[in-house]
């Protein structure tokens, strides 16, 4: 298996829509996720096999240095193979080249080790307003 990552890769919103529902397991919603990345992000990374889409991660920022992990999602048959956290340090790479000096992540707590171990965030505290 040979995964490459793409710093801003082309998305293609048939792929990426497949590959968002079944990692969120939600009816497939035929978005223009490519107008939307460009409109709202700082970046986003794209892992490829084969040039199919099997990782993704997105990037919002705040247009000076915090940048904020969104939707990482990997495709069900390469789960548990490190392409999630090779994902989360590729956009790491990214965030860090556009001169942002923190990346936040929020998460649910089945991922806590993901994120914390596998991919090196620290824990903070912070807060949530449902809305």
């Known amino acids: ?3 490459t990552y793409e710093w801003r890769g082309d998305i293609d919103n048939a792929a990426f829509d497949k590959l968002h529902a079944e990692g ?3 009816p497939l919603e035929r978005e223009d ?3 939307r990345l460009h409109r709202h992000s700082l970046g986003w990374v ?3 096999e084969d040039h199919c889409l099997v990782g993704f991660v997105n990037v919002a920022w705040d247009g000076g240095v915090h940048a904020f992990v969104l939707d990482t999602v990997v495709a069900q048959h390469v789960r548990s193979s490190g392409v999630g956290a090779a994902l989360v340090g ?3 790479e990214g965030c860090r080249a556009a001169g942002c000096e923190w990346l936040h992540v ?3 707590e089945h991922l806590r080790s993901f994120y914390l171990d596998a991919c090196g965030f620290k824990e903070t505290a912070a807060g949530l307003i449902a809305l």
Request: some cysteine; glycine content about 6%; aromatic content about 16%.
């Open 46 to 48: 794209c892992a490829r």
């Open 33 to 35: 996720w490519r107008a």
């Open 24 to 26: 969120f397991g939600h």
């Open 90 to 92: 590729a956009a790491a």
């Open 106 to 108: 929020d998460f649910e």
């Open 1 to 3: 298996m040979t995964i």
